[in-house]
Structure formats: C-alpha cells, structure tokens
C-alpha cells in the first residue's frame, strides 16, 4: 500500500500556528505550557538552521556541528538567564521569554554590560528584580527556574552568544542588535523617557517594547584649511 508521506512544516509555518495558539487562550500561559512552548521554538529553530539549501552542504554542515560541542555555557551561567527570563518575562508567552533571552545574549555579545550572562543580568540599574530580597526571589521561583535552566542548558550550552542571538531572532523576528526594552505599562522618569525616545523601537511581544540603539551620524572631519597661495617674486640684480 502506498502512503503519501506529510510535508515537514517551514519553521515560518510553526511560528505562525504557534503564535496563534498563544494569542487564542486569553490567559497568562502556566509554567507548563511556557516549557512546553520554549521546547517547541528551540526544537523548531535548530531543524531550520541544520537543513542544508542543497545536498553538496549536508555533509560539511554534520560535520561542523559535531565539531562545535565546546561548552561555552555551564549550567551556572544559564541559571543566571533563567533567573533574569522568569523574573523579566513572568506571564508572559515563549515567544516573550525568548525575546529578553535574546536581549540578554545580544548584551553579552557586545561585552557592553560585561563578559558573563552573570555580569550582564547584574549590571547596575538594568534588571530591576536584582534589587529585590534574594529569599523573595527564591519564593517566588521555586521548582519553575529548574524547568527553565535545564531547558536553557539542552539548547545553548554549546553555542556562542552570537549563534544563539542568531538562533532567537529568527524566532521572535526581532534584529539581532535589539539590546533594550521597556514594559508598556512602565512608570519613567524623564531621564529614561528621554533615553528611549532616543531609541528606535522595532517591536512589541506581549508586555514589553524593544528597541535598537539609532545609529550615529556620520563623523564629520573639518577640514584643514589651506594656506593662502602667495606668489614668489623673483628679484634681479640691475647694474648701475
């Protein structure tokens, strides 16, 4: 007997189903389907980017990925971003969380705010929950920070801050250079209205508004200014 086999689905496919199923429930997502969700998306991101435009690549690119099996992060370092994923994004949907993972991993890229995820989640006046009491902390996260560090681990443990902004973008359609956000309902003082309005926002996901940094004017070099061209006047001897 014949059976047609299914067509695998574009990752653009799974994205968009998966958006749907998000936005259709009307409620905060439990901690459940959030996993659920962030297995779903990595799961998704890691077949796109493994599946070779022709069949000449298939064989360099197997033999890559088995080559980059360093460990970049341990188990501690991506404690830190779950910590910062789960107080930043708390109720929000994966596609939310992986956004300020994105974040986070776009600030380590660009050492900026630090070379560790532990440096970037602690930076001075960046995340606001750092400031809060740890033993509240540890309340308020019990065995769900567990389920997201251990997925946090599974999927970029060995990959390079770069690749994994690389890996999220594609996910959340954010720019790989988005390295701010804000929460819409957030309560500013003028100096930080006054910084994002410096900002360029380029998306919202849930509760919170992204930005990219406006690029710089070019530098302008004055220019020297020239000497005044004076002409050489030739003096002869005249005889008497």
Not at 63 to 73: A, D, I, N, Y
Not at 134 to 150: F, Y
Not at 161 to 177: D, H, K, M, Y
Request: proline letters at 6%; aromatic letters at 8%.
């Amino acid at each position: 007997m014949y059976m047609e086999m299914p067509q695998r689905r574009s990752f653009r496919e799974t994205l968009s189903d998966f958006a749907a199923d998000e936005s259709s429930s009307g409620r905060p997502p439990s901690m459940e389907e959030i996993a659920t969700g962030l297995r779903t998306l990595l799961a998704a991101s890691v077949v796109s980017l493994a599946t070779p435009t022709d069949a000449a690549a298939a064989e360099p690119r197997a033999l890559k990925v088995q080559e980059q099996r360093q460990e970049f992060f341990s188990k501690s370092d991506l404690e830190f971003l779950a910590k910062n994923v789960f107080h930043e994004a708390r109720g929000e949907s994966a596609h939310g969380q992986l956004a300020i993972a994105q974040v986070t991993f776009a600030r380590l890229a660009s050492k900026r705010w630090g070379h560790s995820i532990q440096d970037v989640v602690y930076a001075k006046r960046q995340f606001s929950w750092t400031a809060y009491d740890p033993q509240e902390l540890a309340r308020r996260e019990g065995g769900d920070l567990v389920k997201l560090t251990e997925i946090f681990v599974k999927h970029f443990a060995h990959k390079s801050p770069e690749a994994i902004v690389r890996e999220l973008s594609q996910i959340t359609g954010l720019p790989e250079n988005t390295q701010f956000y804000k929460s819409t309902d957030a309560q500013m003082s003028e100096r930080s209205k006054a910084f994002f309005d410096s900002l360029i926002k380029v998306g919202q996901i849930g509760k919170h508004e992204f930005y990219i940094s406006a690029p710089r004017p070019p530098l302008m070099v004055p220019q020297q200014k020239k000497p005044p061209h004076t002409k050489k006047t030739i003096r002869t001897a005249t005889k008497n």
